[in-house]
């Protein structure tokens, strides 16, 4: 974004900040100067062809002209979304609902009369062609009205009057002759000085007043909703199936050898002095099935929350992680505490899949993985894992990255994945956390 | 020989109580958290602790905190860390002062009493006693990328298993029912194939093995 650039060019070089500032006045007085012949003329323009479209709806004509004129002022409108976001950083979402295309003129017509959207859109051309007209104006004056009285003092003065009467008034100033036309070059001076101050301001003024309209206001909360709704129907279903595995396997596993050693024993029980050979036989049985059932129990819990990772937190639990692999794998964490407990098993499990996914397909030497926190947005989880492989990982196609991209989904956490052919392959996972 | 316990369960630890004892030990305290433990292993001086990993009152690592601290206090403290899980990493912070007398073992080794106790005996005499799992997960990675390994025979690679737990020849040759002669041979070619130093003393040579295996991290 514009606006943005130059701030930090500003702030960069103390010495050009004057400068600076008169440029990117004189470039929002240039750009408020467009936008109000644009939003006068655009405007009246597309509001008379909607009204005159809409009216003849009735008659059947308009039936098929509203979808054009429509398609029309959205053009407009969202060509003047994209300038608020380029020259102001205003951002305004556009919402319109999809119309199927292969829908025919009539509903597509209506359908279209009947999105909130569009609805704002004609709602707000004339809002544009009267206030949003004056808001760009002005700015625009400020930069270049100025200009006239600077002219005037320079000699234009002579064009209107011989210096013995008012033959032309800048602002408040008659204009009567060299002293007066002095006066009107002073205004015009502290005129600039406040245009160069206000005019990025102003603009914003605009564009915001823009976005009061055509924004519905409810759009990113709608959004949020949507999303929410998402993820936890993900975490629902992930933790139903964990719940289910777990019951499986203890049922499977852990359950069943534990049965299997009380029938030992009591066999052991009656044996015991009809056949101690037999007997002793059976005791040793039962010894490694007890061990079985531990190593299974122990598997079973690593699955759960690992236990390094109650112990030491997530730094050490990916440091444990990273010995157990087959491939040369360097760890960096910068943690300077622990996190909560969900999001610590969010970002381990992730990080394990990622790693898992690595080994498997990636054919590389050596891995890296970075784990760090920043307190800033609230404080913010970024974990990369980098390998030297040959590269082609994608999220989806059934890989475990769609897995880890829900699992972290949940935590309103990203995973972004650079993998060009021929490598090497990043891994980059954030979440928003805070440090306990 | 006086052995401070520490264990949060109590039928772990009374069980340990019953078992040490039975095999002459003396209980000079058996503790249940690492506060205790602490001023346990201060004010007794005995001669190994016994220590399980997870402690009250954080219920995190703090019984291998707590054995760690004490043997930067009074270094060479024997301490035998049990754990219901062995890390890797856990093995490394022992193992890090390379002084010996340490042992890390899952607590199911509990279940054979002479093993057990034979650990215990061997770390309390300033050896090593490394648990199975870790030498496994060791060996599983080095055979991944290693061609040292590679060379070694599958009987060489048993007794490195055993060698790298803490094991002398005399036990080595016990377990595999050979010579004691036969094993100082497949010793001297394992050092010899993976480039180590000989040493008679059973705690350098665990070390070096150990350090063999840990390297390239």
């Excluded at chain 1, 100067?33 to 059947?60: K, R």
Aim: aromatic residues 6%.
């Amino acid at each position: 974004m514009d606006i943005n650039g130059e701030r930090g060019e500003r702030r960069d070089h103390g010495d050009g900040e004057a400068g600076g500032r008169a440029l990117a006045a004189a470039l929002a007085g240039v750009r408020a100067l467009l936008l109000a012949v644009v939003a006068l003329t655009g405007s009246i323009v597309l509001f008379l062809f909607s009204v005159v479209s809409i009216v003849l709806v009735p008659l059947g004509i308009g039936i098929v002209t509203t979808p054009w004129v429509l398609a029309a002022v959205r053009g407009f409108a969202n060509w003047r979304r994209l300038l608020a976001v380029r020259w102001s950083g205003v951002r305004i979402p556009p919402e319109y609902r999809p119309v199927p295309p292969d829908a025919n003129p009539w509903e597509r017509c209506f359908r279209l009369l009947g999105d909130p959207a569009v609805r704002r859109d004609l709602l707000w051309l004339p809002v544009d062609m009267t206030a949003g007209f004056v808001t760009a104006l002005l700015p625009a004056l400020l930069i270049l009205y100025p200009f006239e009285g600077f002219a005037l003092a320079a000699g234009l003065w002579r064009v209107f009057t011989d210096g013995t009467y008012v033959g032309w008034w800048y602002g408040f100033v008659p204009i009567g002759g060299q002293p007066s036309a002095l006066a009107a070059g002073a205004l015009g001076a502290a005129l600039l000085v406040v245009g160069v101050y206000t005019a990025p301001f102003l603009l914003r003024v605009h564009f915001l007043l823009t976005r009061s309209v055509l924004a519905s206001g409810q759009g990113e909360l709608a959004q949020r909703v949507r999303v929410l709704t998402e993820t936890r129907r993900d975490a629902v279903d992930t933790s139903a199936a964990e719940l289910r595995r777990i019951e499986r396997d203890l049922h499977d596993g852990a359950q069943a050898r534990l049965v299997a050693m009380g029938m030992d024993l009591g066999t052991i029980e009656a044996l015991i002095e009809k056949d101690p050979a037999k007997a002793r036989q059976l005791v040793a049985q039962a010894r490694r099935s007890s061990a079985e059932a531990l190593t299974e129990l122990r598997d079973l819990v690593r699955g759960i929350h690992p236990p390094v990772l109650a112990e030491r937190g997530l730094g050490d639990a990916v440091r444990a992680l990273a010995l157990r692999l087959p491939i040369a794998t360097e760890v960096d964490v910068d943690l300077p505490g622990r996190l909560g407990e969900p999001v610590e098993a969010a970002a381990y499990f992730a990080v394990s899949e990622v790693l898992t996914n690595a080994v498997k397909h990636s054919g590389a030497e050596r891995i890296w993985v970075d784990v760090h926190h920043t307190p800033e947005h609230g404080g913010m989880l970024r974990i990369a894992v980098t390998d030297d492989g040959g590269g082609g990982a994608a999220i989806g196609s059934g890989s475990g990255l769609s897995g880890v991209e829900r699992r972290l989904g949940t935590f309103d956490g990203v995973l972004a994945v650079s993998s060009p052919a021929g490598g090497p392959t990043m891994v980059t996972m954030e979440i928003p956390c805070e440090l306990s | 020989m006086r052995v401070v316990l520490a264990e949060d369960l109590f039928l772990l630890r009374d069980g340990l109580v019953r078992m040490l004892e039975a095999f002459d030990f003396e209980i000079a305290a058996a503790v249940e958290s690492g506060p205790e433990l602490t001023r346990a292993l201060a004010d007794l001086e005995p001669d190994i602790a016994v220590v399980d990993v997870r402690l009250p009152p954080s219920h995190t690592d703090e019984g291998l905190q707590c054995a760690l601290a004490a043997r930067r206090a009074r270094p060479g403290l024997p301490v035998l860390v049990l754990s219901q899980h062995v890390e890797q990493l856990y093995a490394r912070e022992l193992l890090a002062d390379g002084n010996g007398g340490v042992g890390y073992l899952l607590k199911d080794r509990v279940f054979d009493a002479e093993q057990f106790i034979d650990a215990v005996r061997r770390v309390a005499a300033g050896g090593t006693a490394m648990d199975p799992q870790v030498i496994q997960q060791l060996l599983a990675r080095r055979q991944g990328d290693g061609r040292p390994l590679g060379r070694l025979t599958p009987r060489e690679l048993e007794v490195l298993e055993l060698m790298a737990q803490g094991r002398s020849n005399a036990a080595i040759a016990g377990q595999l029912v050979v010579t004691e002669r036969a094993i100082a041979k497949h010793t001297s070619n394992i050092f010899q194939k993976l480039g180590l130093d000989v040493s008679d003393d059973d705690n350098r040579r665990v070390l070096a093995v150990l350090a063999y295996l840990d390297q390239g991290r």
